[in-house]
């Protein structure tokens, strides 16, 4: 099962806001609506921010969203603030009953 | 508060053994499947495995296929993770998590380095 494909970096002014991609395919990110996101700073362990697609746990900012089209989910940052600034990793459950990550993304705040 | 405390890291040479653990607390862990990912250093995530709420339903990745195994004990509340025929490949921080398709309760993680 090969990686979902990210961006390697993403950056952004405060305030603006910023959209990382993950692509996959029918098997995974196109055939089911079990895409999640995590953000992860340095040192730290993962932080679910987006699940099922476009649902967010308690607790996450509503500046945080996310949409899929075809084989391609997005992650959307709105108001970036310096907070914001760490690794993002797409996930989908896929077609053989595993899971699979994408190839992660680093967020700057300029 | 929901918990997960890995535990079981350590140095290993190639060809080695070791077993992970992790101590859940906080919720009904035998109503949750259960998850091990992993981080290589500088590098980014991994599934490894899940099982099943009860046990009966395993899955692994092609890269520990033949020599991981997951198992649960719901009564103590504990994931494990045995993983034999180490590479340094495996070098990882290791973290289980609450699996519900989304992993929306992660530990901390526990160090695994492979090397002679």
């Known amino acids: 099962q090969s990686a979902l494909t990210q961006p390697a970096s993403v950056s952004g002014s405060p305030g603006q806001s910023i959209t990382i991609s993950c692509t996959g395919t029918?098997?995974?990110?196109?055939?089911?609506?079990?895409v999640s996101w995590y953000q992860q700073h340095p040192g730290k362990a993962p932080k679910l921010m987006i699940y099922d697609v476009s649902k967010r746990p308690s607790g996450v900012s509503n500046r945080f969203s996310g949409s899929k089209s075809g084989n391609t989910a997005s992650l959307t940052i709105s108001g970036l603030q310096a907070e914001d600034e760490a690794d993002y990793y797409c996930?989908?459950?896929?077609?053989?009953?595993?899971?699979?990550f994408g190839t992660g993304t680093k967020v700057t705040v300029l | 508060q929901v918990q997960l405390v890995e535990s079981g890291g350590g140095l290993v040479k190639p060809g080695g053994s070791l077993r992970l653990s992790c101590a859940a607390s906080g919720f009904t862990f035998s109503d949750y499947y259960m998850s091990w990912i992993r981080q290589a250093p500088g590098k980014g995530l991994e599934w490894v495995s899940y099982i099943s709420s009860s046990g009966s339903t395993i899955y692994y990745a092609d890269s520990v296929k033949g020599r991981f195994t997951i198992s649960r004990d719901n009564a103590k509340n504990s994931l494990y993770l045995q993983m034999n025929s180490l590479r340094a490949e495996d070098t990882a921080v290791y973290y289980c998590?609450?699996?519900?398709?989304?992993?929306?309760?992660w530990g901390k993680g526990t160090t695994v380095t492979v090397s002679s």
């Open positions: 029918s098997s995974d990110v196109g055939g089911y609506n079990y």
């Open positions: 996930s989908s459950y896929t077609s053989s009953s595993t899971l699979v």
């Open positions: 998590a609450r699996d519900n398709t989304d992993m929306d309760v």
